[in-house]
């Protein structure tokens, strides 16, 4: 069974910090890997995708692969109240469906 | 407009009552998905389909049915419902270019709640 583990939080974080997001993972021939965004009572949101060892970045966020560790992280850099969410990692091997963790609840305090 | 659209998307409904939940896209793509979202369980693949003759059970597609009746319509049926069945209810659609990328986007969700 393959599975995608992540810390439920929530994690807290004042405005302007960093905010990091784990995310590891069973089967080690994932080679696809999502992390997406969800605000309460809403659908989830694709943020971020990483195919290849290392750092992607994107705007205020930077997705980090380590295939060897089977880990995925996602850094929320200057973080703002409206970045309070649930963050999803969703992993999946070639053209399979992903699998999704149960998220992580981020909260942003002023 | 939205790219993938549900309908409804609130409804309440009684025990043995059979319900249909509506998706539709007009992203082109050809797979589909059926998730229920619980609080602490995440998303649970009910149903999926790779293409219109295609279709294919997720984790948890007891008491669920699904009809592809087009590339961008992909319905899923409650044939008896039961309060179990309460949750939130995504669509979502993904394309496949063959680089092994597998984006999913989902609709807006419906809520559903049988009482």
């Known amino acids: 069974q393959k599975e995608v583990e992540q810390n439920s939080g929530p994690l807290s974080v004042p405005e302007g910090a960093i905010a990091s997001l784990n995310c590891t993972y069973s089967?080690?021939?994932?080679?696809?890997f999502f992390w997406y965004r969800q605000y309460s009572g809403k659908s989830p949101e694709l943020i971020m995708s990483i195919y290849s060892n290392g750092d992607k970045e994107d705007g205020r966020f930077t997705a980090q692969l380590n295939k060897a560790s089977q880990y995925v992280s996602l850094l929320i850099r200057d973080s703002q109240p409206s970045d309070s969410a649930t963050y999803l990692c969703?992993?999946?091997?070639?053209?399979?469906?992903?699998?999704f963790g149960r998220g992580t609840s981020l909260i942003v305090h002023p | 407009d939205a790219d993938v659209t549900q309908t409804p998307r609130n409804r309440i409904t009684k025990t043995g009552k059979r319900i249909m939940l509506e998706c539709s896209q007009t992203?082109?793509?050809?797979?589909m998905y059926w998730y229920r979202q619980d609080p602490g369980l995440g998303l649970r693949l009910i149903y999926y389909?790779?293409?219109?003759?295609?279709?294919n059970k997720g984790e948890i597609s007891d008491g669920y049915s699904v009809s592809r009746q087009a590339q961008a319509k992909f319905s899923l049926s409650l044939e008896s419902a039961i309060p179990n069945q309460t949750a939130l209810y995504f669509c979502?659609?993904?394309?496949?270019?063959?680089?092994?990328?597998?984006?999913?986007?989902f609709g807006p969700g419906t809520r559903l709640t049988v009482l």
């Open positions: 992203k082109g793509h050809d797979r």
């Open positions: 089967d080690r021939v994932s080679q696809s």
């Open positions: 979502a659609t993904s394309d496949f270019t063959g680089d092994g990328d597998n984006e999913q986007f």
């Open positions: 969703a992993v999946a091997e070639g053209s399979y469906i992903p699998t």
């Open positions: 389909s790779f293409d219109v003759k295609d279709i």
